[in-house]
């Protein structure tokens, strides 16, 4: 079974590109050590909910969009292994 590791978080809608170039340039050093994939997905239509949803676990602030991004591995042993602490 493969392993994820995943992260939420906010970035200013009006940085949107800049964190783009940044993430191009992380994913190539996630599979330097090992991802089989880097996946970033913008939440640019997510609408409130009355549970936890991506924009209440960040507390989106106005003019934020949220980013969900995520690291695929072989497996946790396999993600231990090749990243660095």
Request: one cysteine or more.
């Amino acid at each position: 079974m493969k392993y994820v590791d995943g992260f939420v978080l906010p970035v200013p809608t009006k940085n949107l590109a800049a964190y783009r170039r940044m993430a191009q340039k992380a994913g190539k050093v996630w599979r330097e050590h090992g991802a089989l994939e880097f996946i970033e997905c913008v939440a640019d239509d997510v609408k409130p909910g009355k549970w936890t949803v991506f924009l209440q676990s960040v507390k989106l602030k106005a003019g934020e969009t949220v980013v969900f991004s995520y690291i695929v591995y072989k497996s946790r042993a396999h993600r231990d292994q090749e990243t660095p602490r």
